[in-house]
């Protein structure tokens, strides 16, 4: 029970990884906010998790907006009294386009939802955050620090989610908050097939297209990995584990990383 009456804040809180470690951290005694855009999502999850006798509190909220963000912090601290962990997993993908032709419109929604809402959600969890030295995990990618053709707009949000991270961990380091993000590789979640359904064919380095397989020859441990992995790192970074770990990147690719 690494997180026993602890409150733990999850943006994208409904999305495939978001749900995975928002169920991961209740089965470790956290008290979980589960943040999101979708009414119905966020109700399912927390449903469930109060079914299984957990604690949880769903709040919709836009990540790009900072009354929303601060409204679901002051939900999250009425209800549970204080804030110890938030991770900010909500982010957008990019359909699969050169960075010629991609429309500007698109490039900017990218970087307004996993950039400016990270840096949102994070300036709006701040002060609970350093009133109980809590910890923060941010989501990143592998693709932080490695090219992906046709994938400009995202590789470059996540590359300034991780010196975002960087920088929040040196400005919260006096307050003794933690600061480190976690860099999936290719995950098996909604976003990814979600992917392989619009732009399989472009993205995929073996056209087979329509399964998840298609992704196996690039990994090294030669699979995808689980949401469940990403969670049980997520839940390290954001343990007294990982007390002396801070403005790090951990990387859960099967080794994707080590390849360049
Ligand atoms: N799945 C992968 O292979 C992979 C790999 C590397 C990084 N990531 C990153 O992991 C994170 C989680 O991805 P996932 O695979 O679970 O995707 P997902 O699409 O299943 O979940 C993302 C969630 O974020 C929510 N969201 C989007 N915009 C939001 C906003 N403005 N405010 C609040 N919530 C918002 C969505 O509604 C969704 O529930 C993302 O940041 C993604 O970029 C995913």
Redesign the pocket.
Known sequence: MRFNGETILI????????ETMARRFAGNGARVVV????VE?VDRVVDSLAAEGHEALGVV????DEDSMAAAVTAAIERFGSLNGLV??????QTASGFLDIKLELWRKIQE??VT?TFIAIRAAAPALIESTGAIVT?????ATAARMNQSA?CTS?AAVMHLTKQIALELSPHRVRVNAL??????????D?AIRTDGPNLLKEKVEGSLEAFRPGIPLGR??L?EE?AAAAEFLLSADASFITGTALYVDGGVSMLG
């Open positions: 943006t994208g809180g409904s999305g495939g990884m978001g943040c999101d855009l979708g999502a909220a836009d990540t790009t900010t997993a909500a982010g957008i993908r939802v996993n809402g989501v990143s990618s592998v693709t995202y996540k860099c999936p590789g290719v995950t098996a979640t909604p976003m990814i979600e995808l990995a949401p990403q």
